[in-house]
């Protein structure tokens, strides 16, 4: 059975940082691409940022290029997102999720944790 928990979720004030951890277990971990997405209220789940299994490609969405560092320990089975200057609209649920290929859409993912709030005040 696939789990995701994702976890380092809360309440921070704009400008600040969180990092948000998701640990793995019951898939190929180490080959299967890693990603986040988030889902504010009212609005469409949007992609935030994926990693491939080697490590070598990482993309973001323009809106947190710059900000967030996506990143993955394979002997871990953990992906971690760094989240730097943030800003009240970054406010939101987040997940990660697992593919079996690199991709943006959030159709092409097979698994998903469960969330973790972000909420950032102004």
């Known amino acids: 059975q696939v789990q995701l928990v994702e976890s380092g979720g809360g309440l921070v004030q704009a400008g600040g940082s969180l990092r948000l951890s998701c640990a793995a277990s019951?898939?190929?971990?180490?080959?299967?691409?890693m990603g986040w997405f988030r889902q504010a209220p009212g609005k469409e789940r949007e992609f935030v940022a994926a990693i491939s299994w080697s490590v070598i490609t990482t993309y973001y969405a323009d809106s947190v290029k710059g900000r967030f560092t996506i990143s993955r320990d394979n002997a871990k089975n953990t992906v971690y997102l760094q989240m730097n200057s943030l800003k009240p609209e970054d406010t939101a649920v987040y997940y990660c999720?697992?593919?079996?290929?690199?991709?943006?859409?959030?159709?092409?993912?097979?698994?998903w944790g469960q969330g973790t709030q972000v909420t950032v005040s102004s």
């Open positions: 999720a697992a593919a079996a290929s690199f991709a943006r859409s959030p159709r092409a993912y097979d698994y």
């Open positions: 019951g898939l190929t971990f180490s080959s299967s691409t």
